[in-house]
Antibody, heavy 117, light 109 residues
Framework: EVLLVESGGGLVKPGGSLRLSCVAS????????MHWVRQAPGKGLEWVGL??????????DYSAPVKGRFSISRDDSKNILYLQMNRLKSEDTGVYYC????????WGQGTLVTVSS | QAVVTQEPSLTVSPGGTVTLTCGSS?????????PYWLQQKPGQVPKTLIY???NKDSSTPARFSGSLLGGKAALTLSGAQAEDEADYYC?????????FGGGTKLTVL
């Protein structure tokens, strides 16, 4: 069974940085395209970005609001997905989920990021 | 970046039928957008109900079905129950990105 566990969230000042992690199990991680999705308090879901599998070049794509500030990477030897977030803004506040966005796979519980002075 | 549109809110009577729709700013929604429908109840993690337009597994109640309707993706709930009150999000695949709709708040009343 797919299991995703996010961590690394917390309180950070505007302009600061944070790295989120997502430990994956229950599926062939190195064969999966992986995504980050976020949800601001009381708002809808927002796709953040994706990283392709190594066989597809580990290429990444990002949504316009985070492009140039966020970076997704993966460590297939440890089954871990990362989200490096730089130059954080207050509007980046929310719960961050990792997901395969593949068929009926479940999502993780998410990790809360709060950007505030 | 494409914009995906959903009805902000809908109300259905218990036992009634309601259709939620999902449109794209780039034109008609097709099977090539691999439409997904997710349900999120207050305080819970989103859960996929439908993938690739109309596919689901045994965890999705049979009263939920997905389709393409009039250039949009559609989620039909037939025989609504109180437990179906939730936020519903559609997700469309575009080359190089994914885009969620703004969500539909469904009230069963």
């Amino acid at each position: 069974e797919v299991l995703l566990v996010e961590s690394g969230g917390g309180l950070v000042k505007p302009g600061g940085s944070l790295r989120l992690s997502c430990v994956a199990s229950g599926f062939t991680f190195d064969d999966a395209w992986m995504h980050w999705v976020r949800q601001a308090p009381g708002k809808g879901l927002e796709w953040v970005g994706l990283i392709r599998r190594k066989a597809d070049g580990e290429d990444t794509d990002y949504s316009a609001p985070v492009k140039g500030r966020f970076s997704i990477s993966r460590d297939d030897s440890k089954n871990i997905l990362y989200l490096q977030m730089n130059r954080l803004k207050s509007e980046d506040t929310g719960v961050y989920y990792c997901s395969t966005l593949n068929h009926m796979d479940p999502w993780g519980q998410g990790t809360l990021v709060t950007v505030s002075s | 970046q494409a914009v995906v549109t959903q009805e902000p809110s809908l109300t259905v009577s218990p036992g009634g039928t309601v259709t939620l729709t999902c449109g794209s700013s780039t034109g008609a929604v097709t099977s090539g957008h691999y439409p997904y429908w997710l349900q999120q109840k207050p305080g819970q993690v989103p859960k996929t109900l439908i993938y690739d337009t109309s596919n689901k597994d045994s965890s999705t109640p049979a009263r939920f079905s997905g389709s393409l309707l009039g250039g949009k993706a559609a989620l039909t709930l037939s025989g609504a129950q109180a437990e179906d009150e939730a936020d519903y999000y559609c997700l469309l695949f575009y080359s190089g990105s994914r885009v969620f709709g703004g969500g539909t708040k469904l009230t069963v009343l």
